[in-house]
C-alpha cells in the first residue's frame, strides 16, 4: 500500500513541523526516531492522500468530537482563524484542531453521516454531545 502519509508535530516553539512519508510503516518509524530524538509532545500520523472510515477499534464517539477521515480518530472541530497566500484576509472556518481539514470536507461529512447539514447543526451537534 503506496499510500502518503504525514507525521505532525510541534517544535519547541510552538510551530507546526512536518515531513511526508511514503507508508504508514515508513511514518512510524519516523514518528520513533522523533521519540529517540527527545521529541516529547504529540507526534500525529496524518493520511495525506486517502480518507479512513471509523475504525473498529475506534470505539464511541466521544462528547464533542467527530471522526477525522485523514487523522484516522476521533478528533475535536474548532472554530479556528486562518489566512493562506491566496486569501490574506483572515477567514474562520470549523477544522479539525490537528491536520486542519475543514468540515465541509466531503469525506468528514459522509463518515460523520453529515451529508445534508449546515455548519450551525453541526456544532450544535458537537456541543450536545
Ligand atoms: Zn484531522
Known amino acids: 500500500m503506496n499510500k502518503h502519509w504525514k507525521v505532525l508535530w510541534r517544535k519547541e516553539n510552538g510551530a507546526r513541523v512536518f515531513k511526508v512519508c511514503e507508508t504508514v510503516a515508513e511514518a512510524k518509524e519516523y514518528r520513533t526516531k522523533l521519540r529517540d530524538k527527545g521529541v516529547t509532545g504529540d507526534i500525529h500520523l496524518i493520511s495525506k492522500a ?30 479556528l482563524s486562518f489566512r493562506t497566500k491566496e486569501f490574506p484576509t483572515p477567514s474562520e472556518e470549523v477544522l479539525c484542531e490537528v491536520c486542519l481539514i475543514p468540515i465541509q470536507n466531503y469525506n468528514v461529512r459522509k463518515y460523520n453521516h ?16
Open 50 to 79: 486517502w480518507p479512513y472510515g471509523i475504525q473498529k477499534n475506534a470505539g464511541p464517539r466521544p462528547r464533542g468530537y467527530l471522526w477525522c477521515p485523514y487523522c484516522v480518530k476521533w478528533r475535536v472541530f474548532k472554530l
Open 114 to 129: 453529515l451529508e445534508l447539514e449546515g455548519i450551525k447543526e453541526i456544532q450544535k451537534m458537537i456541543a450536545d454531545g
